[in-house]
């Protein structure tokens, strides 16, 4: 079945540490992007791709750093300059279309001990 | 003010009883989606609108582009709807902007 996987589900981190969240998707989708959320608050752009090697940073882009080498393929990098990271993280895709349907995937949720 | 409002942002109901759910937007967009989102966390596409409305199963999701306004209705709901309701519109190329969301519960 065609979807997206987020992984780890659950990571914690030392502070001072780096971490990659992984999301990979399988719809030939070429959109991808990375939405943060906190409690009582609705997601925000992290960053976005809208095709292989081309990626733009979006509203709270700081402290966070993506790839895009493959399509299948959105790895977000949590920096140690991120101030405030604990947070749940959500992948999504949308197709070639700006209307496209939104996947999700599951989530991570980062807690920085 | 946010772009995009939804309300309620809580709502408690019975068993059987319809809900309405209301997105309000004060900007330009090409399609409006109504998301769920589970306790878990994993959030699931119900309906992408342009226009009109949309019906799947036992909810309806009406846009009015005039009014920009969207409105997501559940018929007799059940507590498995309980879940937290987003509205998000794109906004141009790939932008996509959320509503907070609304919490839903049903009581048996």
């Known amino acids: 079945d065609g979807g997206i996987t987020q992984s780890p589900k659950y990571l914690f981190r030392k502070e001072g540490q780096n971490v990659t969240l992984s999301c990979e998707q399988n719809?030939?989708?070429?959109?991808m992007y990375w939405y943060r959320q906190d409690p009582g608050q609705g997601l925000r752009l992290i960053y976005y791709?809208?095709?292989?090697?081309?990626?733009q940073k979006g509203d709270i882009a700081e402290g966070y750093s993506v790839s895009r080498e493959k399509k299948e393929s959105f790895p977000l990098t949590v920096t140690s300059a991120q101030k405030n990271p604990t947070a749940f993280y959500l992948c999504?895709?949308?197709?070639?279309?700006?209307?496209?349907?939104?996947?999700f995937g599951e989530g991570s949720r980062l807690t920085v001990l | 003010k946010n772009e995009v409002e939804q309300s309620p942002q809580n709502l408690t109901a019975q068993e059987g009883e319809f809900i309405t759910i209301n997105c309000s937007y004060s900007v330009g967009i090409s399609a409006l989606h109504w998301l769920q989102q589970h306790p878990g966390g994993g959030i699931v596409s119900l309906f992408m609108?342009?226009?009109g409305k949309k019906k799947h199963g036992r909810l309806i999701a009406t846009i009015n582009i005039q009014e920009k306004h969207s409105s997501l209705h559940i018929t007799a709901s059940h507590p498995r709807d309980s879940a937290v309701y987003i509205c998000?519109?794109?906004?141009?190329?790939?932008?996509?902007?959320f509503g907070q969301g609304t919490r839903l519960t049903i009581n048996p």
């Open positions: 998000a519109v794109h906004q141009g190329a790939q932008k996509l902007v």
């Open positions: 719809l030939n989708h070429d959109a």
């Open positions: 609108l342009s226009s």
């Open positions: 791709s809208q095709i292989v090697n081309d990626f």
């Open positions: 999504a895709s949308t197709g070639t279309s700006s209307t496209g349907e939104l996947f």
